[in-house]
């Protein structure tokens, strides 16, 4: 993608003319679309994305281990650990840690944070916020302990049980919609949700704590990752926002990066994404008369290509009105504003 590199520099919409396909040399020579060059004194070079905002540089987490994790208790026996780049958590109660999400990154220095944290308490709960190995294959670093109760959605205990993921602990409780837990006297709410894993997520909640996790959802300080958290569910995870707020909570635990959420964070995070829905929405109502002048351009012989170009530039209208009015408030708008409208104007299409 060649406008976005130089967008937040100069946010200049003369830029779209040289975005994706060029409408001024179809069938010529043209840059594939969704490129960045590695190449430094290129146009589209990596060189010209904005970096961290300060705020968020300020908000960052410390490795605070000699063993290359952050490790913080935020409410009483409660633990948030992340990498900078992975985030979970464990709950230290009388009866013994509960471990939420194990990344494979981090899966055998997490079972060193909670015996350094917690030592001689016995490990036995383990819950999945969702299936996907990227949070849960460090699993193996606790497939050792005899007893362990392994918590996760029945759909995906179904799902691992015919496509086993390397790492991940193969659950032995699962529940449909919701369970309730008391471990050690701390209530803990678990609640099936659908806002990223193409089977079930997980919101898990401890009330007393103020504490909710719901992963690969928002990225605090940062706007979302790649095409809205990589969802397979766009609905699902526009309603998220509201579900989230709906819990009285004052940590929000989201998986990625090295922030902790806040209140505030899930109601930006909710601001953008509605934001760019209402950005691609508001063109839409002009895609037939767009397509059919790029028929016009392509002589009426590629309707493909006509239809990728109307596309493409919806997408890039969005993103450029997006990086504008976001690139302030959120880190690394310009890297993944065009995503973000991307995966509207194809939802757009199929709704
Ligand atoms: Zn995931």
Known sequence: MRYFASVSAVACLAILGSAGISTAGVGHEHNPANTISTEVDHPDSFRHFASELPAMRERAAQINTDFGLHVSEIEPGLFFVTDLIYQSAFLVTDEGVVVFDAPPSYGERLRMAIEISAPGVPI???????????????????????????????????????????????????????????????????????????????MIYLPEQKFLMAVDTITPGEAPFMNFGATSNLEGYMASFDTFLSYNFEHFLSGHVSVLGTRQDVETARDYAHDVKDTVNGIWPEFLDRFMAHMELTEFQHGNLAYRLTMEEIRDECAVEIIDRWDGTLSVVDLWADSHCETVVLHAIMH
């Not at 602990?169 to 369970?179: K, R």
Request: glycine share 8%.
């Open 124 to 202: 036995t709960h383990f819950v999945l916020s969702h299936k996907h190995a990227d949070h849960n294959g460090g699993g193996f670093a606790f497939a050792d302990i005899e007893g362990l109760t392994v918590i996760a959605a029945q759909d995906s205990a179904d799902s691992l049980a015919s496509n086993p993921l390397r790492g991940v602990l193969t659950p032995n409780e699962t529940f449909e919609e919701a369970l309730s837990l008391s471990i050690g006297g701390v209530p803990i709410e678990l609640q099936a949700a659908n806002f990223h894993a193409n089977d079930t997520d997980v």
